[in-house]
């Protein structure tokens, strides 16, 4: 059973909308993360939490920002989304440094029209 | 030359057919997850090794820390199991994990 879930799942947008991706996890994880994953294309991290109010950017260039104000809840927002910003977009957290197990959220497929 | 790499990059068998995906790192890692992810889906973690074997009941991961190399092996395949096969590893004490690009499998009846 999935610990960690994202909402929606599906979102279709106008170009300029401002957006917040949800992404919550009940295990009590410090660390988790946002990757961007186009069809068939590798996962790019575009940002990533150690532990509440730590955020940092991640390998990908992005226009997102993110926050951490609980330790469960990490969402992600499109200040203007545009169609460069259609996406999937998947949450992780992961149990501790190094050797953790990792758990992914089923994503939120974005277009933006 | 990307630090994970993955062989093969599609793989097409037949029901019942014994499956190997191949991983090779060139960092060093604390260590290795193999992932799976239906088309449209999230990903699942099968795995993680950072020694020896593990064996979940129709897969089993090995790795081998000396040569930087872990296999993914399914035995009696299936046509759900389907899916891209991902190998990713951690390195040190950084959360981050650095992927590999996967693996496409497709089973047929």
């Known amino acids: 059973e999935a610990d960690i879930y994202q909402t929606p799942r599906y979102l279709v947008i106008g170009t300029g909308k401002k957006i917040t991706l949800e992404c919550s996890q009940t295990m009590g994880h410090d660390k988790m993360y946002w990757y961007q994953q186009d069809p068939g294309m590798e996962l790019h991290l575009i940002h990533y939490?150690?532990?509440?109010?730590?955020?940092e950017k991640g390998d990908l260039s992005s226009e997102s920002t993110v926050s951490r104000i609980r330790t469960e809840h990490f969402p992600l927002t499109l200040e203007s989304a545009r169609p460069s910003h259609t996406s999937q977009y998947l949450c992780a957290s992961s149990e501790r440094a190094g050797i953790g197990f990792w758990y992914f959220g089923p994503g939120t497929r974005l277009t933006v029209t | 030359k990307n630090e994970v790499e993955q062989s093969p990059q599609n793989l097409t068998a037949q029901e019942g057919e014994f499956i190997t995906i191949n991983c090779s790192y060139s960092v060093g890692i604390s260590a290795l997850h193999w992932l799976q992810q239906h088309p449209g889906g999230g990903i699942v973690s099968l795995f993680m090794?950072?020694?020896g074997k593990k064996k979940h009941g129709r897969l089993i991961a090995t790795i081998n820390i000396q040569e930087k190399h872990s296999s993914l092996h399914i035995t009696a395949s299936h046509p759900r199991d389907s899916a891209v096969y991902i190998c990713?590893?951690?390195?040190?004490?950084?959360?981050?994990?650095?992927f590999g690009t996967g693996t496409r499998l497709q089973v047929t009846l």
């Open positions: 090794l950072s020694s």
């Open positions: 990713a590893v951690s390195t040190g004490t950084a959360s981050k994990l650095t």
């Open positions: 939490s150690y532990g509440v109010n730590s955020t």
